[in-house]
């Protein structure tokens, strides 16, 4: 657990907005120098610009954490500027709405390597040099409730989320099982306001929207807009990251932040052992969506 951030180097993907902003922000406030990684290099500058505004050192890295190549840039660049790394938030992450039938491949494929594939690669680059420094150093897996927990929409967030956590899971088990001195954490929100219903803007140019007639329907403007209204109507993101970094300074492994989600978590159990069917809200009357 980290209870003092003055001089420790922590490397944030996606940290050029959201979630991997305040992240990045709140290591700079506690003392620590950042390295900023995101798909867009000239936001990644900005937030760069506002940590050295703070007194520490801030880098930034244009990267899309989605191929193994451009994270291999990124473990290079912190070697370069810091020459280790104490904290690695794997921060970045979309999503998109398709349904079973109509989802275009390039969707899913998009969806899992930025959830899910971003995570072993960052951590196939950055786990041997942090086991290597043999000092206390803390990994926080950024993933969502939605890798808990699931709904009658979204499948492709919604397993690539748990797929992220299961990944979390098993990398906590093996380091606690060496006797690491890393720590792991997953950080599975509810809903935050930040502009993720803007998630499309951050497609690499491989998996841009072209002309099929799924990205132009109607019914994809309608998702589009049911996310804007869940995101923008979630809990404020300066709350959520008061609580995750009071959370940080305990060993916990699962940083939840919308305890709205409990009795269903709990319940959840109870429907798993009992072998009939999986959980739904209105199961345990939780008024919230998913
Ligand atoms: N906002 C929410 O309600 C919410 C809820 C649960 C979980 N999350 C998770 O939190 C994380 C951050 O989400 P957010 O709400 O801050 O979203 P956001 O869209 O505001 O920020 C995401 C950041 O990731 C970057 N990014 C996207 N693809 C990338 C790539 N291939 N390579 C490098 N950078 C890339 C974007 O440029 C952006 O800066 C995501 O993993 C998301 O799934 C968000």
Redesign the pocket.
Same mark, same amino acid.
């Given at each position: 657990m980290i209870t003092d951030y003055k001089g420790l180097k922590a490397v944030v +993907?996606?940290g $050029? @907005?959201?979630?991997?902003k305040a992240f990045a922000l709140g290591f700079a406030k506690r003392g620590a120098d950042v390295l900023v $990684?995101?798909?867009?290099g000239d936001?990644a500058e900005l937030v760069a610009e506002e940590i050295r505004a703070l007194g520490v050192q801030g880098y930034s890295v244009q990267?899309?954490?989605?191929l193994k190549e451009e994270c291999k840039k990124i473990y290079d660049k912190t070697v370069e500027v810091f020459g280790r790394c104490d904290i690695l938030v794997n @921060?970045?992450?979309?999503?998109a709405s398709g349904d079973f039938t109509n989802i275009p491949e390039q969707d899913i494929r998009w969806v899992y390597e930025? @959830?899910v594939f971003s995570h072993w690669f960052m951590l196939g680059y950055f786990l041997p040099m942090m086991e290597a420094q043999n000092e206390h150093a803390q990994i926080i897996n950024?993933c969502?409730? $939605?890798g808990l927990i699931t709904s009658p929409a979204s499948p492709t967030y919604f397993s690539s989320k748990h797929a992220a956590i299961a990944l979390s899971e098993v990398l906590y088990k093996e380091l606690k099982a060496k006797g690491s001195k890393i720590d792991v954490s997953v950080f599975a929100?509810?809903?935050?306001q +930040?502009?993720?219903y803007? +998630?499309d803007r951050?497609r690499?140019e491989r998996y841009a929207i072209t002309d099929d007639p799924y990205y132009h329907d109607e019914d994809y403007q309608k998702q589009l807009a049911i996310s804007k209204y869940v +995101?923008t109507t979630?809990t404020p993101l300066d709350e959520v990251m008061e609580y995750v970094f009071k959370l940080l300074g305990t060993e916990c492994f699962y940083i939840l932040t919308h305890d709205k989600y409990d009795a269903l978590l709990r319940e959840q159990g109870v429907f798993q052992a009992n072998k009939t069917r999986p959980i739904e809200l209105s199961d345990v009357a939780v008024k919230a969506t998913l």
């Open positions: +993907t996606g $050029a @907005n959201g979630i991997g $990684a995101d798909i867009h936001e990267a899309d954490v989605s @921060n970045a992450g979309v999503s930025v @959830n950024v969502s409730i $939605a929100p509810g809903f935050v +930040t502009e993720m803007l +998630t951050h690499p +995101t979630g």
